[in-house]
Structure formats: C-alpha cells, structure tokens
C-alpha cells in the first residue's frame, strides 16, 4: 500500500518551517490567481433534496468520465466519494484521523481481502470506504469520532471539487431502505464550510485546480542553488512525483493552500513542474461484467457496452434492457475482446477514451476477428473533432455518439444499425 509517511522527524520540522515561512514571504500576484466560480445550481440542488427529504444516491458527472457519489439520508449527506483521486482521499484522511490503523492498512486489507470481508460495492450499492469505517466502530478498531472526522472531511473535499467542476450532469439512484448511519452531515453546514475554503484560495490568490497534481523537481542543480543544503535534501524526497498537493499537506500537517503557495515560485519558475499522476490502487475493485437480467435464452438482440465508467454501462443497461433489449456491460477494457467473443453482441458500444486499452485498439482488433466484422461498432465519445472521428472510422468504427449518454440519441443509432428484418 502506499505511504505517505516519509519524512523522519527532524526533517518534518525543518520543511514544515520552510513551507510556513515562504508562504508568508511570497505575495502572489494577480497572475498567479485562476478564477474561481462556485456552481449554485448543484448548491441549490441539494438543498431541493433536502427539502424533500431524498434518501439514494446523487450522482454527479462531466464529460471525461470523473464521477463524484453522494450518498443522501432524508436530505442530508451520509457519505461522499469519486472523483480524481478517491482511494488518495482516503488514505489521506485515515493518515490525518487514524494513523495507527493508517500504519497497518496493508495487513488489514490483504486479511479483508482473504476472508472476503463482503465489501462489494456493486452488490450493495454501498462505496468500500464508508463500509471499511463502519466495520472498524463496531469493532471498535476505532472510535465513532474518528470515523465521522474522516466523512467530514471527504464530503468537505468532494463537495468542493464538485461545485468548481463546469460541465456536470447528475443522476439520481433512489434507495428506500435504512442505511447503517456514522453520522449526517447537513447540506446547510456542508455548504458553508466549501464556502470558507473557497474564502481561503480566493484570499491566497493561487489557483485551486492544481492540488489533485503531483510537484516534481524539474531543474535540481537551479533549486540547489536557490536552497539551503537541509531544505533541498528534503524536498528532493517529497517532490518525487508520487504525493499531490493534498497529499503533501496532510504529510506535513499544513494547509494547503499554504503548501500550494510556498511552491508556487519554484513552479513559476521553472525549477519544479505539476504532472497529473494517477489514483492509488482501489483494495475493493468493483466487479468487471454488469449483466442483464434478461435470460440468456431471449430472442432479443443483444448489446454491449464497454466503458470504464461504472455509471455509463449501468445508464446504458437501464436504458437497454427497459426497451426490450438484452445487455452486457464491460468496464475493464483489458478483458473487453474476450467477453465480447464469448457474448457475441448483435451491436457493440465502445468508449473512445479508456486507461490501459482504448476504443481505437479494442476497435481495430474487433474488426480483424471474422465473427465482428460486421458487426456495428458504435464509439461513445466525449470529443467530436473531424481527426478523432476519421481515426475511428479508419479502426473501424460504424458511428458515433457523443456524451452524456442521451436516450433518444442511443436508441436512434440502435435503430439505425439494428433495422427490423
């Protein structure tokens, strides 16, 4: 498992000065400063659940797949989840609130694991984090307090990236039943605190969409020179492209946007760069084949979908299989090509944009396979650019459809390619 913790003591005093003291030193320019604009629509949103008292899911999603899950109890919020970075999330948080669980969490998750500890998240429509915590209380591996501390903190960061996020869709998932309950965090308060956070970055004048990005040193011998021996030592260690900025702060026990700003004139500068790296990888995968509930012995034509993104292959099944449709949903691209040659779809969507193996591969071996090709291969894309089409219809492509996922644009194209005999 990962660890964020590093950093030996002394050498956490000494860097945790330098990141104060520079923070104060430096004055942000204007340039310096995103904009940053709070959606009131989604804050509106949920306070329209609240008002009726709305138990389920809220899902929210923009057009390259990032999801976010709130989980709702008769308005209020119970948990959240998704996003960029959600199993750094929480990591972070059980390193910031339960350090002495966050020291054993590879023991812990590989013995969860062994004994299948009935963390499945598709089954239960439950995220594994909230289940992992709620476990842990009843054991009393650790307190309620410190269990609410971190979903606190989660909805906090979620929220956040949620009302900053431009483009967003959401979704609603009703649930009847009574949930286990850690605590309810009130949409009111939830609100106001993403409110003063939002005060803060606006007062420090950086920009706030960096801090899911990871600091490397780009120019070392430019940073030593511009350092003491002691500081560049340590930040040799910590800006090793492995840690975000809010995995930094949580380590060094800072704000940050103070963390964000103390950097902010090595990265200006050139001495140290922002690369995008990836989440941490989830203990609890989710399953990879979301079936229909159509018996395979059904006449009807059957469709597939491949999309890393739980919630489309779950749209599209709803939407599917509620049209008198059969329905295979695969979300991990790597296993595509064999479950699609033991299913043998009359019709295959495919997400353009995938990690590991994306739809211009999967397409371009689909069609060398004598049972596909000429079967209606149907790219689900966020992009509609001439060059990204025409390298689509060179692998092989039949046609196109652009996201969200819209019902009638679906079933025309189904139409289209699955004409009535």
């Not at 650019?385 to 019902?407: E, M, N, W, Y």
Request: glycine content about 4%; charged content about 20%; overall charge positive.
């Amino acid at each position: 498992m990962h660890n964020l913790t590093t950093i030996n003591p002394i050498e956490f005093l000494i860097v945790r000065q330098f990141f104060h003291e520079m923070a104060y030193q430096q004055q942000a320019s204007p340039a310096r400063q995103a904009p940053i604009v709070m959606d009131s629509r989604k804050i509106k949103l949920l306070h329209t659940l609240k008002q009726r008292q709305f138990s389920g899911q809220l899902l929210w999603t923009v057009s390259d797949q990032k999801q976010w899950i709130f989980y709702l109890y008769k308005g209020s919020i119970r948990y959240a989840t998704g996003g960029t970075h959600p199993v750094r999330r929480w990591q972070r948080n059980l390193l910031a609130y339960c350090p002495r669980m966050y020291t054993q969490l590879s023991e812990i998750v590989s013995k969860l694991q062994e004994i299948d500890a009935g963390i499945n998240p598709v089954a239960k429509n439950e995220s594994w984090e909230y289940q992992l915590l709620y476990r842990w209380v009843e054991e009393e591996k650790i307190t309620r307090e410190q269990a609410v501390s971190i979903i606190k903190a989660a909805i906090k960061e979620v929220l956040l990236d949620v009302v900053l996020a431009k483009d967003v869709t959401h979704q609603f998932k009703p649930e009847p039943l009574t949930p286990k309950l850690l605590i309810l965090v009130d949409v009111d308060q939830a609100t106001t605190d993403v409110k003063l956070l939002l005060q803060s970055w606006l007062k420090a004048k950086v920009s706030f969409h960096i801090v899911n990005r990871s600091p490397v040193i780009k120019e070392p011998e430019r940073l030593r020179q511009n350092t003491s021996v002691d500081i560049y030592n340590i930040l040799n260690n910590l800006l090793n492209g492995r840690k975000t900025l809010r995995d930094l702060a949580v380590q060094m026990r800072q704000d940050v946007v103070q963390i964000t700003r103390s950097l902010l004139p090595y990265i200006e500068s050139g001495m140290v760069e922002l690369i995008t790296i990836p989440d941490l990888p989830n203990p609890f995968p989710k399953e990879s084949i979301i079936e229909s509930s159509i018996p395979s012995e059904a006449t009807e034509p059957l469709i597939a979908c491949v999309d890393d993104s739980i919630l489309v292959c779950q749209t599209m099944k709803q939407l599917l299989t509620t049209t008198g449709y059969q329905f295979v949903g695969v979300h991990e691209p790597l296993r595509a090509i064999a479950i699609l040659l033991n299913r043998r779809p009359n019709l295959i969507f495919l997400d353009l944009i995938m990690p590991n193996a994306n739809g211009y591969e999967i397409c371009t071996q689909l069609r060398k396979l004598s049972c596909f090709q000429n079967t209606p291969i149907v790219m689900l894309t966020g992009l509609d650019g001439i060059v990204d089409q025409v390298r689509a219809r060179l692998a092989g492509a039949s046609d196109f459809v652009t996201k969200p996922i819209d019902a009638e644009k679906i079933l025309r194209v189904i139409n289209r390619h699955l004409e009535p005999e």
